[in-house]
């Protein structure tokens, strides 16, 4: 069974800085990871989406990494800002879609000010 | 905007009566995903329709769980006799077969009292 785990589970940091969020999962057969963001009490958004032969994505100042051999993803958030505050989401899809995404518990990140 | 609609955003209800949400994907998206989330975790998946059938579901769906998806547009999901337990987070996503990235909704934040 597929396990998904994200660390850290909280970060605050000052606002500017660049920081890495990390993921990791159990079985490497995967299809693609997808890192999602939430906003309290609201659905995820799609962040950006690596398929299982990509190395990585890039999405303005966000860039995601995936190592499948080692079970391994990162997502790293440039020049951090008040709004990137939220809850970032890992997910992994291990059976091509009809077993749906195997999400981690997310990182609860704080952009200060 | 033609993204992944779910109504309603809130149910409060009293244990033991049924209840039903909808889900409303995105225009042509043939895939679509029921997952529960409670606080402090991540989504888990309930269920998966291709199209108008359903091939996939979790054991988390027990038999007071329903879900349709007639003619392979919206979909509802039904729980019957509610319990405390299933206070949550019920949200829905869509894709299209191929490309696997998933849309999600708003939810439907469900609070049984």
């Known amino acids: 069974k597929q396990e998904v785990t994200q660390i850290p589970a909280a970060l605050s940091v000052p606002e500017g800085e660049n920081l890495v969020l990390n993921c990791s999962f159990t079985d490497s057969a995967i299809y693609n990871l997808q890192w999602f963001r939430q906003d309290p009490g609201k659905g995820l958004t799609s962040l950006l989406l690596?398929?299982?032969?990509?190395r990585e994505q890039t999405s303005g100042r966000l860039n995601a990494s995936l190592d499948k051999s080692s079970g391994r993803s990162t997502l790293y958030i440039a020049a951090s800002q008040p709004g990137d505050s939220a809850t970032y989401l890992c997910?992994?899809?291990?059976?091509?879609?009809?077993?749906?995404?195997?999400f981690g518990k997310g990182t609860h990140l704080i952009i200060q000010p | 905007d033609t993204g992944v609609s779910q109504d309603p955003r809130h149910k409060i209800t009293k244990r033991g009566q049924n209840v039903t949400f909808r889900c409303d994907p995105i225009s042509e998206h043939n895939r679509l995903y029921w997952y529960r989330q409670t606080l402090g975790q991540g989504p888990e998946f309930l269920t998966y329709f291709q199209n108008e059938a359903q091939l996939e579901k979790s054991r988390l769906l027990s038999d007071r769980f329903s879900a349709e998806r007639p003619k392979g547009s919206f979909s509802t999901l039904e729980i019957q006799r509610t319990e405390q337990g299933d206070s949550a987070m019920y949200l829905c996503?869509?894709?299209?077969?191929?490309?696997?990235?998933?849309?999600f909704g708003q939810g439907t934040r469900l609070t049984v009292v």
């Open positions: 996503a869509s894709s299209y077969g191929q490309s696997p990235e998933a849309f």
């Open positions: 997910a992994v899809d291990s059976g091509g879609g009809a077993d749906g995404l195997t």
């Open positions: 690596i398929q299982s032969s990509q």
